[in-house]
Nanobody, 121 residues
Framework: QVQLVESGGGLVQPGGSARLSCAAS????????MGWFRQAPGKQRELVAM???????NYADFVKGRFTISGLNADNLVSLQMDSLKPEDTAVYYC???????????????WGQGTQVTVSS
């Protein structure tokens, strides 16, 4: 199995910043991508940002220019720097890894337990 442990989040004022981190561990052969999704109450889970080994990144339009994803270099760690936060960014943020376990051939999705980010004054 692959375990993802998230940290960061909490209550942030509008216009403020927060940083999320996610560390992957366990029976990892290779991680192809890591990223962050979010889910607000009554809404579907949606992609926020992802990063691939080699540095390719992809962002949702609603966070471009405000959020920055980094990591997945020598270690299995990824961070999401969130600036200029808005109330509509309030959600549970989930770390995701698309990875291959040792002894297996194909990658699959793994998820963290989620961390709450609340943007409110």
């Amino acid at each position: 199995q692959v375990q993802l442990v998230e940290s960061g989040g909490g209550l942030v004022q509008p216009g403020g910043s927060a940083r999320l981190s996610c560390a992957a561990s366990g029976n990892i052969f290779r991680i192809n991508t890591m990223g962050w999704f979010r889910q607000a109450p009554g809404k579907q889970r949606e992609l926020v940002a992802m990063i691939a080994r080699g540095g390719y990144t992809n962002y949702a339009d609603f966070v471009k220019g405000r959020f920055t994803i980094s990591g997945l270099n020598a270690d299995n760690l990824v961070s999401l720097q969130m600036d200029s936060l808005k109330p509509e960014d309030t959600a549970v943020y989930y770390c995701n890894a698309f990875a291959v376990e040792r002894g297996r051939t194909w990658p699959r999705d793994y998820w963290g337990q989620g961390t709450q980010v609340t943007v409110s004054s």
